[in-house]
């Protein structure tokens, strides 16, 4: 698979696999420079239910290509055995491919996140955990200042 950046200047390849096969591997390219800007282990989100097939925590670019964003957990794994739930959105900037703030997003228990197409806003929707209801939030990126979030109930 790959994915170029909105903004064109960026490409993403990856040799997606199952988890049974192995890790997956992704890097990030300068389409300019024709050069690696960064390469990571594919990590796989816990299914929602027992009979669900792992699924890839693929990359997210932002509407401008300033940013790319994917979904991991604490405790990261590549092992379809050892799955976690997913408690954190880490989000890089173009093109140094360094965390932002040298920090996650942590949003626990998120399920799917996308970027806004006009705008460098995630939204993100975690599941229902324990007495935690499930919610949906909007988050501004760079400020990471919520801007709305709504819990289902």
Known sequence: RMSFSP???????CDFRS????PATVLFWSIAESKILRKFT????????ENDM?????FKWSYDGKYVAHMTSTSES?????????????????PDMKL??????RT???????????DNTISYWAAEEGNTPARVSL???????ELRQKKFI
Do not use: H
Not at 7 to 13: D, R
Not at 19 to 22: A, F, I, S, V
């Open 108 to 118: 626990n228990g998120v399920v799917d996140f996308s970027w806004s197409p006009s």
């Open 7 to 13: 903004c064109e200047q960026y490409l993403l390849t």
């Open 54 to 58: 792992p699924q890839p925590n693929l």
């Open 100 to 105: 932002l703030d040298s920090k996650s997003l």
């Open 78 to 94: 590549t092992s379809a055995s050892d799955l976690k739930s997913n408690d954190l959105i880490k989000i890089y900037t173009m």
């Open 42 to 49: 594919l990590s796989f989100s816990k299914p929602l239910n």
């Open 139 to 145: 988050i501004s990126i760079p400020s990471r200042i």
């Open 19 to 22: 988890p049974r096969d192995g």
